[in-house]
């Protein structure tokens, strides 16, 4: 069977661990948990996928990487990036967990490149042995050379089985009248923009109003950029069916210590220690952006 062009790019250790080589860039996975409200816990349901880039052996900021990159390079960066998060969510993290991969609708300008890039990533899931039912496509804030070639890319998506979600939803673009056109699965409000909302009893207010006008369309609603604890209930307060965020668990380097979870169906579903799992309910230690006094 044919192979994905990006692989070419791509070492697999005798961990099953595989990296990306990009001239001199050496590019990982990390993986960050996304969780659903469950009956008052919180449960992992889903993994983002999220490039890490080193040169040198330390660390660079994924914008400036890909602030150095041409155009042409971020198209073949982009589905090497792709091609590395499927490989390793396959290889090391629980199957039961949808995976979220992100894409830049920028540099998808025509018909053949969508349809290169769908096979290289098909190929590869094959490889993998991940199903499209499990594939949150998630279409980031970059500008489309068009809207027609936008809803073009998403209906290809679609149309091989995947999941679409729109990111940051009120920053920009991402605005009721891109919603509508696209249609996803999935809308992420902008974490920026959800943390100037929840300071207020107006604002989160708001935050459910629109909760409520997206689940009556059958869309779940991600709240992302979640950074401490507080938030989370007030998340729930709001409607959000899902929530992601440092204040739950930091992306990290596949492998991660998020072990393949087995569920015990007399206990929370997810035991590891580095994940923050807690009831939600009862008293906020604080509200709206303010100390509540003790």
């Not at 001199?24 to 889903?46: E, N, W, Y």
């Amino acid at each position: 069977m044919a192979r994905s062009i990006a692989l070419a790019h791509v070492d697999i250790d005798e961990h099953r661990i595989a990296t990306g080589a990009w001239g001199p860039f050496t590019l990982k996975s990390a993986f960050q948990p996304i969780f659903s409200f469950d009956r008052g816990k919180l449960v992992m349901a889903a993994f983002e996928g999220l490039l890490r880039p080193f040169r040198d052996g330390e660390v660079m900021s994924p914008p400036a990487f890909f602030a150095s990159l041409s155009a042409a390079e971020r198209l073949h960066v982009e589905t090497l990036a792709r091609t590395l998060h499927i490989l390793n969510a396959g290889a090391h993290l629980d199957p039961a967990k949808k995976l979220f991969i992100n894409f830049d609708p920028s540099v998808f300008s025509d018909r053949e490149i969508i349809a290169n890039a769908l096979r290289d990533m098909r190929l590869t899931m094959h490889e993998a042995g991940i199903d499209a039912r499990d594939v949150v496509c998630e279409v980031t804030e970059q500008r489309s050379t068009s809207q027609q070639a936008l809803e073009g890319f998403v209906a290809a998506l679609r149309d091989d089985g995947f999941r679409i979600a729109v990111d940051d939803y009120g920053a920009q673009q991402s605005d009721m009248e891109r919603i509508s056109a696209l249609k996803p699965d999935i809308v992420k409000f902008d974490g920026r923009w959800i943390a100037r909302l929840m300071e207020t009893r107006q604002g989160v207010a708001l935050l459910a109003l629109m909760v409520g006008e997206f689940s009556a369309r059958g869309i779940t609603v991600v709240f992302e950029g979640i950074e401490e604890g507080w938030q989370i209930e007030v998340a729930e307060a709001a409607g959000a069916h899902m929530v992601q965020g440092f204040a739950l668990a930091r992306p990290e380097l596949a492998p991660t210590s998020f072990a393949v979870l087995h569920p015990d169906p007399q206990g929370p579903a997810a035991t590891d220690a580095h994940v923050r799992q807690r009831r939600v309910g009862g008293s906020s230690a604080k509200a709206f952006g303010r100390r509540v006094a003790s």
